[in-house]
């Protein structure tokens, strides 16, 4: 695979094909346990590790399953990585374990890891499938922190709160206090707070978009579309 077929790879993971801004799959956990940044983190890395080695598995068996018995094999193989996954968090990070409760579990049910799975790991070779895997994974990883940080400030006003939870006890400087005696903002930590947070980074995204395309074409892809024509 060409270079630049991994940077589309790339680009698609972290932009123009978000698992969360552009496919909105995963909406479940993206919008109940993005309250905090920590929280966010923790399941986004869940996600990102069940996306990589699903995508891996999938792709180095996928001249040995047949078509008729395919999802529920990546089902299965989803739902092995998911327990593994869920058994280590329960003995490293217990208490952020407590804390996101059935969403680790849920990740089962989280309908982009079966789609790469399907749509591009079963289709492709190891290297640029574990890659899709990742960067689908941080993608999503991205959206569910910027969301938790704009829920934990609006709701908190703090950053980084019980960063502990993650990093150990030595990490409790990281939590950052915003707004000094500040009463919160209910709306932020309920899940309307998180479908209106959701939504302007949505919309944030799409401003983006349109400007990037109102932009003149470089000088150099102007010449080429001329010489073509």
Same mark, same amino acid.
């Not at 399907?118 to 960067?135: H, I, Q, R, V, Y």
């Given at each position: ?22 496919? $909105?799959?995963?909406?479940? =956990? ?14 986004? %890395? ?10 891996? @598995? ?10 008729? %018995?395919? +999802? ?5 193989? %989803?739902?092995? +990585?998911?327990?593994?996954? !869920? ?14 409760? %059935?969403?680790?579990?849920? $990740? #089962? ?8 799975? !399907? ?6 070779? =190891?290297?640029?499938? @574990? ?13 569910? #922190? ?13 950053? &980084? ?5 993650? &990093? ?27 479908? +209106? ?18 932009? =003149? ?13």
């Amino acid at each position: 695979m060409a270079d630049n077929e991994y940077g589309t790879i790339i680009r698609n993971g972290l932009w123009h094909n978000n698992p969360a801004l552009v496919q $909105i799959l995963g909406l479940c =956990p993206l919008l109940a346990v993005s309250s905090t940044v920590i929280n966010a983190l923790g399941l986004g %890395i869940a996600t990102t590790l069940t996306l990589v080695l699903t995508n891996l @598995t999938v792709s180095l068996i996928r001249n040995q399953v047949t078509s008729e %018995i395919r +999802i529920p094999v990546f089902v299965m193989l %989803i739902a092995a +990585i998911v327990t593994a996954i !869920e058994l280590a968090m329960n003995a490293y990070f217990h208490e952020l374990y407590l804390i996101l409760g %059935i969403f680790i579990p849920l $990740i #089962v049910t989280n309908c982009n890891i079966l789609a790469r799975a !399907e749509a591009f790991a079963s289709k492709n070779a =190891p290297l640029p499938s @574990t890659l899709d895997g990742l960067f689908m994974g941080i993608g999503f990883t991205a959206v569910l #922190v910027a969301l938790g940080a704009m829920r934990e400030v609006l709701g908190k006003g703090t950053l &980084f709160s019980q960063a502990q939870l993650m &990093f150990g006890d030595g990490a409790k400087w990281m939590t950052v206090t915003v707004f000094g005696d500040y009463h919160g903002f209910l709306l932020a930590v309920l899940p309307p707070g998180a479908f +209106i947070g959701l939504g302007l980074l949505i919309a944030f995204k799409n401003v983006i978009d349109a400007r990037r395309k109102a932009l =003149p074409a470089p000088t150099s892809a102007r010449y080429a579309a001329h010489t073509h024509a």
